[in-house]
């Protein structure tokens, strides 16, 4: 029991410093901000263009489920089951628009922002493949010529002849014939 408490407690540790929980909070904190702007958005906006066809406030639209649904003025206990299905229809219509500007606004241009940059990257790092393979071919051509100048010696045998350096093995590069 203790064994998977600690493992319990490691694994929550673990989400804790991974930087996602970080990422997270600022999504909450943004979001509790931006929700002023929605909620002003659609009841300015939204709530207006509906009100063109019915009444404005979209919380007032109801349906009853059972029974004459009136209010007890005396009690002000409702007769009847009432669905409030306009607040869901508002709550839909926040989250529908939250998304959108959230997507359109943030997650879209840093999607385009990271494939940029990976393709960026990934070309960088092709050229520097590219160098790596010139580089490795210059090197290969140059030994091959030092090979051939030197009257076909073995490619193995460290660049010099048989008797290696100072045995009559050629002469080295850049010191004019001398051994």
Do not use: H
Not at 80 to 87: M, Y
Not at 124 to 153: F, H, M, P, Y
Request: aromatic residues 6%; hydrophobic residues 45%.
């Amino acid at each position: 029991m203790t064994e998977k408490k600690v493992s319990l407690l490691e694994g929550f540790k673990a989400f804790l410093t991974r930087g996602n929980v970080i990422d997270l909070a600022v999504a909450v904190v943004i979001g509790a901000a931006f929700t002023n702007i929605v909620n002003a958005f659609v009841k300015g906006i939204i709530n207006p263009l509906v009100g063109a066809f019915g009444t404005q406030d979209l919380d007032s639209y109801s349906s009853c489920l059972r029974g004459p649904c009136t209010t007890d003025p005396a009690t002000g206990e409702m007769d009847g089951i009432e669905i409030l299905w306009g607040s869901v229809l508002s709550a839909a219509l926040s989250f529908l628009i939250t998304a959108a500007v959230v997507y359109f606004l943030l997650v879209l241009p840093m999607a385009k922002y990271l494939a940029r940059r990976a393709a960026m990257q990934a070309a960088k790092e092709g050229v520097q493949e590219t160098l790596e393979v010139s580089e490795l071919e210059v090197l290969k051509e140059i030994r091959d010529a030092l090979v051939a100048q030197r009257g076909g010696g073995a490619a193995g045998t460290g660049g010099f002849g048989a008797g290696g350096p100072g045995e009559g093995g050629g002469t080295l590069p850049g010191r004019d014939g001398e051994r």
